[in-house]
């Protein structure tokens, strides 16, 4: 029952959206990254140690581009039915 | 060809799903790569003295050796203690010298070359050894006095 509150909770993007990025439209590709922004904030923090050894936890810039730039590309490879 | 609304929902549902799928492959290999890297990878002010040494080169220059010329053979000698000692001696011993142990020659070949007997140039040989000895223990115990 959660579970399926839970997909149900979750925003989908809009098929126009799609259809326009998949098209390489800069503004649709824009609100798909923001759409994904907080999963892709999430996917890259780790844990960072600091000179005296102690644990963050942070977000990897590195890793979040390097996870936007492969979002990007396969929205481009993506095929509309 | 237009598509119904229901297939726009599904392809919506399509992409997302592909789109979370794609992200977290890409964050595990992120992940793997990282790990990788930690086992293969050091920083460098974690490196001991010695690893770091190995990491250096230094270029050799023709001024850098005491160059000593026997039978047509250049001869470079890097230590500049050695290079003094040998300049330092006179040119029949320091001949012999070249050719023992530069030139790898025995003291037969050399005796043959010079109409000389062995025992001769092992004597010589041995003497200039021992001259040369003298000579890098003078200035080293000079170095110390100063």
Aim: contains cysteine; proline residues 3%.
């Amino acid at each position: 029952m959660s579970k399926t509150t839970k997909q149900k909770a979750r925003r989908l993007l809009p098929f126009p959206v799609i259809a326009a990025a998949v098209g390489g439209d800069a503004d649709a590709m824009n609100a798909i990254l923001r759409h994904y922004s907080g999963y892709i904030t999430t996917l890259s923090t780790r844990p960072m140690y600091d000179e005296y050894g102690n644990c963050h936890m942070r977000v990897d810039e590195g890793m979040r581009r390097r996870l936007e730039t492969k979002l990007i590309i396969k929205t481009l490879d993506f095929k509309l039915a | 060809m237009e598509l119904t609304p229901t297939q726009k929902k599904t392809i919506e549902h399509q992409y997302d799903t592909l789109m979370r799928d794609v992200l977290r492959c890409e964050a595990k290999d992120c992940h793997r790569e990282y790990a990788r890297k930690l086992e293969r990878e050091s920083l460098f002010s974690e490196l001991s003295t010695n690893e770091q040494y190995q990491l250096q080169a230094a270029d050799d220059y023709p001024s850098y050796f005491s160059h000593f010329n026997i039978m047509g053979y250049d001869i470079a000698v890097k230590s500049d203690l050695l290079g003094e000692a040998l300049e330092n001696l006179p040119e029949k011993k320091r001949d012999i010298i070249l050719m023992a142990y530069f030139l790898d020659m025995s003291d037969e070949q050399i005796g043959k070359l010079w109409g000389l007997v062995r025992s001769t140039i092992y004597r010589h040989r041995t003497s200039t050894l021992n001259q040369i000895k003298k000579y890098i223990e003078e200035v080293q115990s000079d170095e110390q006095d100063d």
